[in-house]
């Protein structure tokens, strides 16, 4: 199981050698360093925990500071679960680079999706709105009947107004087309979820 985490950095254009253009996300990917072997015997599971990025000494907490020790002041703290046979090559210290990935790994790349604030439900839930007709006026675009007999309560799961987006995603099936050590670089195809500089998770297994 390969693992990273980066920054969505942009979309773009990527030509193939056989002349077919892809769509493609820029990723700054790593480097990653691994914090902590989680275990069943002292934690209740197999894990793997990774620091990435950076953060000035003045906002991390002294409990932090003593669990990073001398590893470094992360920004972002995940946890990967894996297996024992999986976590026999990896200890804690060791740094990961966006090399251990290779063009044409299959990854799953799992993000938080754009906020859009509060929305309606044609937007929401793709609603069709009321009919453009006369004495609609303001109706238009109105949820209409939620259902009577339901003594002044809405059910729940109703399809209503509310906040949209902001929620986890995971878009898999997505290919590596290039990787640069030097820049710690990766072009996945297609498009992953998150404004830019969304903080991402790239799993290959």
Same mark, same amino acid.
């Given at each position: 199981m390969k693992f990273i985490l980066g920054t969505k950095v942009n979309m773009t254009e990527y030509f193939a050698e056989d002349g077919k253009m892809y769509p493609a996300t #820029? #990723?700054?990917a790593g480097p990653i360093v691994v914090t902590q072997k989680k275990t069943k015997e002292t934690d209740g599971y197999t894990a793997v925990q990774v620091g990435f990025g950076t953060r000035k000494a003045s906002r991390v907490s002294a409990a932090l500071k003593g669990h990073f020790g001398d590893k470094g002041l992360f920004s972002? @703290? +995940?946890?990967? +679960?894996? %297996? %024992? /046979?999986e976590m026999a090559n990896i200890n804690a210290g060791?740094? !990961? /680079? =966006? %090399? *251990?990935? /290779? #063009? $044409? %790994? !299959?990854? /799953? @790349? =799992? $993000? *938080? =999706?754009? $906020?859009? $604030?509060?929305q309606g439900v044609i937007k929401r839930h793709n609603f069709k709105g009321g009919p453009r007709s006369h004495g609609q006026k303001h109706s238009e675009r109105a949820p209409g009947s939620i259902g009577g007999g339901l003594r002044n309560r809405v059910p729940k799961g109703m399809r209503m107004g509310g906040r949209m987006g902001s929620d986890r995603i995971t878009v898999r099936n997505l290919k590596v087309l290039a990787v640069d050590p030097e820049t710690n670089t990766l072009l996945i195809s297609g498009a992953v979820p998150g404004r830019r500089g969304t903080v991402l998770e790239i799993i290959s297994k």
């Open positions: #820029v #990723v700054t972002e @703290v +995940r946890e990967f +679960r894996m %297996d %024992d /046979a060791d740094t !990961i /680079a =966006s %090399d *251990t990935f /290779a #063009v $044409g %790994d !299959i990854v /799953a @790349v =799992s $993000g *938080t =999706s754009k $906020g859009k $604030g509060f």
